[in-house]
Every structure is written in C-alpha cells, then in structure tokens.
C-alpha cells in the first residue's frame, strides 16, 4: 500500500469518505486520491515523495505556480503583524482599489471567504435590489454549494428546478430555473414565461465545471440584451474565470459589462478568499449601508488579502496573459495532435489558462449534453495513465484543466511526450 493509500483508508474513519470536498475522493475515475505533502512551481508532490506536473493548480488559483516567492514572502511578512482582528484594515482597502483598477465593471466589491459566499450573496443582493424572487441558471454550471444553485433541470431542461441534493426544500428549488448554455432561445423562453419574476441570471462566462466550455459568439451579449429587456440583473461568475482568462477576467475578453460579477479562488493566491461587487447603486443596497444582509466574522482577513494582492499585482506584469495563453494552447493543441496521433478521438476547447479534453468525435463542444456523451470510459483510462507518467489532472471527465506560469517548455514537452504514450497504449 502506498502512504496515500494508507493515510486515506485512515481518513475515512474520521472525514466522511475521507475528504473534505466530494471531487477529490476520485469517484470520477476510480482509485485511491493522493494525498500531497507539498507543492512548488509547476509541481505537486505525494505522500510518497513522487514528483507530478500539475494542471489542477488547486482548482485555479495557482496561475503563477505553487508557492510563488512573493506571495509567500507577503503572507509571512503578514503573519508577523497578527491574524485576524475583525476590524477594517488598510489591506481592504488597497485590494478593493485593485479589484475595481483590474475589473472597471466593479465599482464597488465586498469580500468574502470562499466562491460559495459569493454567489450566494451576489443572489441575496440581486433578489433584494429587484424584489424578485426567482433566478435563471444553466444546466452544467457550478456556482458553489448555497441552496437555491445546487439545482439542475429536468430531463427536459427548461423545467422548474427540481433539487439535485437531498436537504433542499423543493419551495426554495422552484425559484431558480434553469436553462441551457450557449441556446438564446431558452433563456428566451423562459423570461416570456416569467417576464416579472426573474431577478437574475447567473452564469459562468467560461464554463468551467462542465468540463470547459467557453460561450458561442453572440451567447453573452445576447443575455446581456434580455436582462435589460425583462429588468433582471446580469451576475457574471468568475470564480473560476477571474484574472485566468485574461487580465480584466473573461467580461473584458469578450467585452462584455455585467451587473454584479463574482470572484473566488484567485484573488487570494490561495489562500480562502472570495468576492462580489459591481454597480454603486446594487452594491449600496447591502449592509451597513442598504438593507440587505451580508456579513462575515473573517471577511477581508489580513494573511488572505496579502497573498491575494501579492498575486494580483505580479498578475499585472506585461505579456503575462499572452504567455499563459499560448502555454495553454500548446498543452491543449498538443493533446489533440498525440490522441489523433494514434486514432483516438479527441476533441479540445482552450481560452486564456484553462482548457478542456473531450472524448468525441464531435468537432465542437459547446453544449452540456454533448459532455454527457463523450467516451466515459475513455477518461479514467486516460487519468490513470497521465498519473502513472507523472501528471496531475483534475480527477474528473467534468472539469476543466490549468495552466500556470511556473509550466516551462521542459514541463510541457514531458506532459505530451506522456501524452503520446498513453494514447498509444490506449488505442491497443
Ligand atoms: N463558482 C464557480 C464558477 C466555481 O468554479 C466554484 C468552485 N469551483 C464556486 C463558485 C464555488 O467556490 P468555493 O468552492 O470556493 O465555494
């Protein structure tokens, strides 16, 4: 048994199923999770001291590489001076000054501590501000753990939520409908079926958690358009999305202005952060200045907006994005040239610093239910192959892959040469 292996059979004694967040148990592929000790660079290292490349990236933050100098150098720096004191601090203040100089939508922000909160506030201020109570989502997005978005449709798609977790009353699950990503016309549908109760719609710009799925021409603006047509407010989430995409996030990619915009991961470099800001006059009708409630005890936590400022000002570098997107194509384009290679069907789809494998003979992935039909055994065996090379990839056929700056021409000639040989095997 391998010390992953045992500290896992160990954990699920005292956390249930071992883990303490479902996707890293690896029910998506079969087999043991690893169990990391440390990570530097490009690199993640296991229980057992076996070195991997790593596209996980702690599900998107790590943009510059594990353990980036600077940011360790400013939570250290940070730690010295104490470690939460539940009060304002000067650190806020500058971190929301980069936010909005980083993201011109946001003209106010609020921190938060993870993307859960987030979007979950986000929706709170959205049905206040509107005095409306139901939402539109998209099946196959992920917007964290909060009630009214752990909701998927109906076989149909455009159906009244129905729950898609036990402990979620149907009452509040019928508040949020759902449509289908990258379709104008079900979006459509349903604000002619609601034209005054819908409050927002939610949406990730890039999909992220359906594997990843970047949206079709005319799909964001189109949505911008309804909202302003039906009253509704447009929350763009960029958890995933936020300073991986492109420097302004994927709304200044695709130049598209939100109402509300969310953020995670990311602006805390790590550490367990999160954000929500937008229009003065949405983000006023908070607390203390507005009556929607929000609060939090470590909300703005001077060790977190450290890190996350160390990582946003190195993210201003010149050319940064430019590099980090052609790293991305070159992984992505890479692993579709080795999979036809060998006669594998391989379809890919990249933006910015995260890129999606898709087992399929479809050309283009655009739309959730072709997820659902690539090769489901193809996948795990691909995992399984990738990890015993030595490259780390997220444990599931639904979530996209990261790139970071520590991701060097030796790291990426070695993830495809691998690459190469799984395939073979694969095609036997
Ligand atoms: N929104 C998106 C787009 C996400 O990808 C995630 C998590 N991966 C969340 C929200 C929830 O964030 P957290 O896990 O920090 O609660």
Request: hydrophobic share 40%.
């Amino acid at each position: 048994m391998t010390r992953s292996e045992t500290l896992f059979e160990q954990a699920k004694k005292t956390i249930p199923g071992g883990v303490n967040s479902p996707v890293r148990a690896f029910n998506g592929v079969g087999g043991s999770p690893l169990f990391i000790e440390k990570a530097d660079g490009a690199y993640i290292y296991d229980a057992d001291g076996k070195a991997y490349i790593d596209y996980v990236g702690s599900w998107g933050p790590m943009i510059l590489g594990h353990n980036h100098p600077k940011i360790r150098a400013a939570v250290l720096a940070a730690v010295e001076n104490g470690l939460s004191f539940g009060a304002p601090t000067e650190l806020e203040v500058r971190m929301a000054e980069k936010v909005i100089e980083m993201v011109p939508s946001m003209e106010q922000v609020r921190m938060v501590s993870s993307g859960t909160e987030a979007t979950m506030s986000a929706i709170r201020l959205a049905r206040g501000f509107t005095n409306r109570d139901k939402i539109m989502k998209f099946e196959g997005c992920y917007h964290g753990h909060a009630d009214c978005l752990l909701v998927k449709a109906g076989s149909g798609a455009l159906t009244l939520g129905q729950p898609s977790s036990p402990g979620i009353p149907e009452d509040f699950a019928k508040h949020t409908l759902t449509a289908v990503y990258n379709e104008l016309e079900s979006v459509k549908t349903l604000f002619e079926q609601y034209p005054e109760e819908i409050s927002c719609i939610i949406l990730e710009p890039v999909a992220g958690n359906m594997n990843c799925i970047p949206p079709i021409p005319g799909f964001l603006e189109g949505l911008r358009a309804l909202c302003d047509q039906y009253g509704a407010l447009l929350i763009i989430d960029e958890v995933m999305t936020g300073f991986r995409v492109s420097k302004s996030g994927a709304q200044g990619h695709y130049g598209i202005t939100p109402d509300l915009t969310t953020l995670g991961k990311v602006i805390g470099g790590g550490m367990p952060v999160g954000a929500f800001g937008g229009r003065k006059d949405v983000m006023q009708f908070i607390a203390p200045t507005g009556p929607v409630y929000q609060a939090g005890t470590l909300s703005g936590n001077p060790i977190a907006m450290s890190a996350g400022l160390a990582q946003m000002e190195a993210l201003c570098e010149e050319g940064l994005y430019e590099a980090l997107a052609d790293k991305t194509k070159r992984v992505a384009e890479g692993f579709k040239a080795a999979a036809n290679k060998h006669g594998i069907p391989l379809s890919i789809n990249y933006v910015g610093g995260m890129f999606g494998l898709f087992f399929t003979d479809e050309e283009k992935v655009t739309r959730f239910d072709q997820v659902t039909q690539c090769d489901a055994k193809a996948f795990p065996e691909f995992y399984h192959g990738m990890l015993d090379e030595g490259v780390y990839l997220a444990p599931s056929a639904y979530e996209a892959g990261f790139l970071s700056m520590a991701h060097g021409d030796k790291e990426i000639e070695a993830t495809l040469a691998a690459a190469d040989r799984v395939f073979a095997k694969m095609a036997k």
